[in-house]
């Protein structure tokens, strides 16, 4: 088993900055990558992005460019930092873990609890 812990969220202007954390704890070395996950009122949960155990990085889109994903390996901790924020970014956003059985390779998804991202215009 797997938490997440993520914090940071918040209220910021139109352009401003946030950066999300997640922490996680449990079987750690099980994980193959981790992400992040957002959504908004009335919409599906939608990827963001990601980055796996190598390293390797991606993302969606919409994030590209003003989004950037990281990990502090000492600390089991996954960053979002999130620049030149828009409106529509306005979103829970979710810490995501993943891990894939070897052999079987079943897939086992962790999920925090979510943390509020309000951008205001």
């Not at 960053?79 to 995501?96: F, G, H, I, R, W």
């Amino acid at each position: 088993q797997v938490q997440l812990v993520e914090s940071g969220g918040g209220l910021v202007q139109t352009g401003g900055s946030l950066r999300l954390s997640c922490a996680a704890s449990g079987s750690i070395f099980s994980l193959n990558a981790m992400g992040w996950f957002r959504q908004a009122p009335g919409k599906q949960r939608e990827w963001v992005a990601v980055i796996t155990s190598a390293g390797s990085t991606n993302y969606a889109d919409s994030v590209k460019g003003r989004f950037t994903i990281s990990r502090d390996s000492a600390k089991n901790t996954v960053y979002l930092q999130m620049n030149s924020l828009k409106p529509e970014d306005t979103a829970v956003y979710y810490c995501n873990a993943r891990g894939v059985v070897p052999i079987t390779l079943k897939v086992n998804d962790y999920w925090g609890q979510g943390t509020q991202v309000t951008v205001s215009s």
